[in-house]
């Protein structure tokens, strides 16, 4: 009888809770389609500056991290079944160039990138930062003296299994960033090949992307790493600094209304807030991130006087071409 | 097959199909694409493309080392645990009892960040402990390194393999042990002739599962074989779609259909070890006992080995991520550490509303799920070991389909399938993909707690005029009570924690708890993830500890005393 009794009780409470999920989902939907914006995104930590917006603005935005992997895939599938939700997307540049191929972009004049410079505009997509990359170390066992002074002390022996690294046969950004010192620092292939060698010779851990790398770094587990300065201001108090070489690399960050967005009027809204030099100032004090925005630079010391240049964007067939010879150097295949 | 029979039969292999049939078609479709996101031109050329990798073969090497070393490890220990936590008489077996299960609350990817935290070659902090304790000059152990991830794994999956081991052993009759003695076997003897035998479906299905979820395991080969450049399967494809902007997961679904080929060989291995079920009835109509062996002299050294267990591959890297949510940034132990502490972590995540979010959604799906997937699990496995037909070996193989696949790519023929249907960007999206992906989770304890169940008891009952429904609700459930109490723990806790589909189907709005560890993950942020991990945790053990109580008290041997005492009662009052 008990037996029975608790059974439906469950029952019943099963019920009752399937019933107000539901309710709850038909108040989103009306939700979306009104106020809301719908924001894909690759970027990271960015949720003060949405808060802001929506103090601001009065207007929510809707959140999805998509990671660069799943990026193009997970679009263009709900556009095939027409379900794209999204009204702005922000992303790598080159994975916004293939989206604006596939007719997915649509073309805006922002004014609040009225003074962004000529590159950083390419036709409806803007770039509003760059994912730059440099040399991390940890502050408690590297002094600034023992740090690298340019990107070829890194293959230094010294630094032999004290290295973190994301697989530089597989991840996107880290791949361009290898290409990127070949075509912008070294004075040639055969400078750059050994560079290469060196630093393969010191077996540096291999992580799945960037955000792995700041943890083995504060931990001490490894004393420097192939990573993103932005993590000094993230995860501060954690003993990190940078190696202050010139010029630092990085591939460009960029953002996109998308074509029949369910929202535009609201996409639009928010894309000039995003461009505005208020919200480059949060990206860059609150998240650390390196903007385009003039004159705004990430609370790192002595980055204003560090040149950070977008690197070239590398074609799939190049990635894939390097992620191969770079799996060859570092001993992977 | 009676008609009846025939008609739960079909209507389950119908029901199972929509659920695990259609997203592996998706993938099936996808591989022989020649688009990246769209279906037709078909080819071999993905096919070609990663069968021919020169990787391939080191990583099938390390692939078959990593799970069956895993499952074997878990296996084991969980044959060890259940026989201690259910047959002895240990002490404080209910710690045991949840401690036991503690690690399948863990999510993975932060199970793996405590093992390096306390094992890396560098700075582990046991690597030091035992540096300085013996005067070594180098790191005794190397978590980074397959002997690391089958130890890690092993643990991870230790649970699924106790969940299923323990209740076929705690119903298990002693009498034939007994018998055994009776004719002078010892106790290893009775072990290896008697009880391993007699649990054989169990300790099968247990390893199978154990195989079947390592294979699809991405978490420890990430964190720990990546660092280590041990590369298995489930990292294997991890590569071949991230080496490109457009992640092409035609190829993951080519290398997923040798996973799948392999996981359904396995269930065909498990039907052909225990095609003669009757062997294993320990349940039948003349009533069945089970017992408590007394450990005598051997009770206090068996308590510390068991301690000693839990300690060292449960307690503390728990321990570890308790620590890790009190310090700002992962930090060696110290007193530079120890000043730093503060409960900054905990306060950030509970005043964060997509982490509320997130456990409210997590919670539902869990709640609900684990009920609904339950349910379909009594079902399915009654067909699949009282039915016994063609059919229901058909029935048993496409429970298994979306189980097979790594969750990686899994999420991705759900998404295919999905966007085709109104439910894409619902929470109901999550519900029916983790339905259909778990369900194997829910029919293995069920499958094993049914094959010890004889056919007899049922046809007593419908002889004496009772319908199937009344059968199954009287007689068939009550025995089933510790099958199903483990599908449901099984089920609720992978829910809880559930990763690689959610990462592929959640949009804002239906985030869940995983969802948010992996945000965190990826920034980098493991005090945020250790404290959100910790309340997982403690969530989980409180479900468990619940379900269990409830367990107990509807558990056959309690429902018998407590009609012996009600019918006795009038005879007292009279007497």
């Not at chain 2, 071999?44 to 493309?49: E, R, T, V």
């Not at chain 2, 992906?437 to 010890?452: D, K, N």
């Amino acid at each position: 009888m008990k037996l029975k009794k608790t059974m439906m009780v469950l029952a019943l409470v099963l019920v009752i809770t399937g019933m107000v999920f539901a309710a709850g989902k038909t108040e989103t939907v009306e939700e979306v389609t009104s106020k809301k914006v719908s924001l894909y995104a690759n970027i990271t930590a960015i949720e003060p500056i949405l808060e802001h917006y929506n103090k601001t603005t009065g207007s929510e935005v809707e959140y999805t991290r998509l990671s660069t992997a799943r990026y193009v895939s997970t679009i263009l599938t709900e556009v095939e079944a027409k379900k794209l939700t999204a009204d702005v997307v922000q992303g790598p540049l080159p994975i916004l160039e293939i989206l604006r191929d596939q007719g997915v972009l649509a073309k805006y004049e922002a004014k609040s990138a009225a003074d962004y410079p000529d590159w950083a505009k390419k036709d409806g997509i803007y770039l509003f930062g760059i994912e730059y990359v440099g040399l991390i170390y940890n502050t408690d066992l590297v002094t600034p003296e023992e740090a690298p002074k340019r990107y070829q002390d890194l293959a230094d022996p010294k630094w032999k299994g004290h290295i973190v690294m994301a697989d530089p046969g597989t991840h996107a950004t880290t791949i361009s960033w290898l290409v990127g010192l070949k075509e912008n620092v070294f004075a040639s292939e055969a400078e750059w090949r050994t560079f290469l060698a060196g630093l393969a010779a010191n077996e540096p851990m291999f992580v799945a992307s960037f955000g792995p790398t700041p943890a083995p770094l504060a931990s001490g587990e490894k004393k420097i790493g192939i990573s993103m300065p932005k993590y000094i201001v993230t995860h501060a108090p954690a003993p990190l600094d940078y190696a202050k070489i010139s010029p630092m690399l990085g591939s460009p960050r960029a953002i996109a209304l998308t074509k029949g967005a369910p929202n535009p009027r609201g996409a639009e809204q928010f894309l000039e807030y995003w461009l505005d030099t208020d919200a480059a100032g949060r990206l860059a004090n609150d998240v650390g991130e390196y903007v385009i925005a003039p004159g705004v630079y990430p609370p790192i010391d002595g980055i204003s006087d560090i040149e950070v240049i977008p690197i070239r964007e590398l074609s799939d067939d190049e990635l894939q071409k390097w992620g191969a010879e770079f799996d060859k150097i570092f001993s992977l295949k | 097959m009676l008609k009846r029979e025939r008609n739960l039969t079909y209507a389950l292999i119908v029901l199972v199909s929509l659920l695990t049939v259609a997203p592996v078609l998706m993938l099936v479709m996808g591989s022989f694409s020649n688009s990246l996101h769209s279906f037709g031109n078909f080819t071999l050329k993905k096919y070609i493309s990663v069968y021919t990798d020169p990787m391939l073969f080191s990583v099938l090497g390390n692939t078959a080392i990593f799970v069956v070393g895993s499952a074997a490890f878990a296996t084991i220990l969980a044959l060890f645990l259940a026989y201690l936590n259910t047959r002895t008489d240990i002490p404080f077996k209910f710690l045991f009892k949840v401690l036991s299960v503690m690690p399948m609350m863990i999510p993975h990817v932060l199970f793996g960040v405590s093992w390096a935290l306390l094992l890396n070659p560098s700075n582990g902090i046991l690597n030091m402990w035992l540096m300085r304790a013996f005067s070594l000059s180098s790191a005794p152990f190397n978590i980074y390194s397959l002997p690391g991830m089958v130890l890690v794994e092993g643990l991870l999956d230790m649970p699924i393999a106790y969940l299923i081991i323990a209740p076929a052993m705690g119903s298990f009759d002693a009498s034939l042990e007994e018998s055994s003695r009776v004719f002078k076997s010892g106790p290893v003897k009775t072990l290896m002739r008697i009880t391993l035998p007699i649990l054989r479906p169990a300790i099968m299905a247990a390893f199978i599962l154990c195989i079947v979820r390592a294979l699809a395991s991405f978490g420890v080969p990430s964190v720990l074989g990546m660092p280590g450049r041990v590369y298995v399967l489930s990292t294997f494809i991890y590569r071949v779609i991230t080496v490109s902007l457009i992640a092409d997961y035609g190829k993951a679904a080519a290398i997923g259909m040798s996973i799948l080929v392999i996981s359904v060989g396995l269930i065909y291995v498990y039907r052909y070890f225990t095609r003669a079920s009757d062997k294993f009835v320990t349940v039948s109509s003349r009533g069945f006992k089970p017992s408590v062996v007394q450990l005598r002299k051997g009770k206090i050294p068996l308590f510390i080995i068991l301690l000693l267990i839990s300690f060292i591959l449960i307690v503390l890297p728990v321990l570890v991520l308790l620590y890790t949510s009190l310090v700002p940034y992962v930090m060696v132990p110290g007193k530079q550490a120890f000043a730093a502490m503060s409960l900054q972590n905990w306060r950030v995540v509970i005043k964060d509303p997509i982490s509320l979010r997130s456990l409210k959604n997590s919670l539902f799906l869990c709640l609900v799920g684990a009920t609904v997937g339950t349910f379909l699990s009594v079902l399915v496995a009654y067909v699949i070991v009282k039915i016994k037909s063609k059919a229901s070996g058909f029935l048993e193989s496409i429970s298994f389909l979306s189980f097979s696949f790594p969750g990686i790519v899994i999420g991705i023929g759900f998404m295919w399938y999905f966007v085709r249907t109104p439910i894409y960007a619902t929470i109901w999206a999550l519900f029916f993909s983790y339905v259909a992906t778990y369900l194997p989770y829910g029919i293995r304890p069920m499958t094993s707690a049914f094959v010890q169940i004889h056919g007899s008891l049922e046809e007593s009952s419908l002889v004496c005029g009772a319908s199937f429904a009344t059968t199954m609700r009287r007689i068939v459930i009550p025995l089933l009570v510790p099958g199903i109490v483990s599908s449901w723990v099984l089920l609720a806790t992978m829910f809880f924690r559930e990763l690689s589909l959610s990462a592929v189907l959640s949009r804002p709005g239906t985030e869940v708890l995983a969802i948010q560890i992996l945000r965190f993950s990826e920034d980098g942020q493991w005090g945020r993830l250790s404290a959100l991990g910790l309340i997982m945790i403690a969530i989980s053990i409180i479900m468990v500890a619940g379900v269990n109580i409830l367990g107990a008290r509807f558990k056959p041997g309690e429902v018998r005393e407590k009609r012996v005492k009600v019918e006795s009662q009038p005879l007292k009052a009279t007497s």
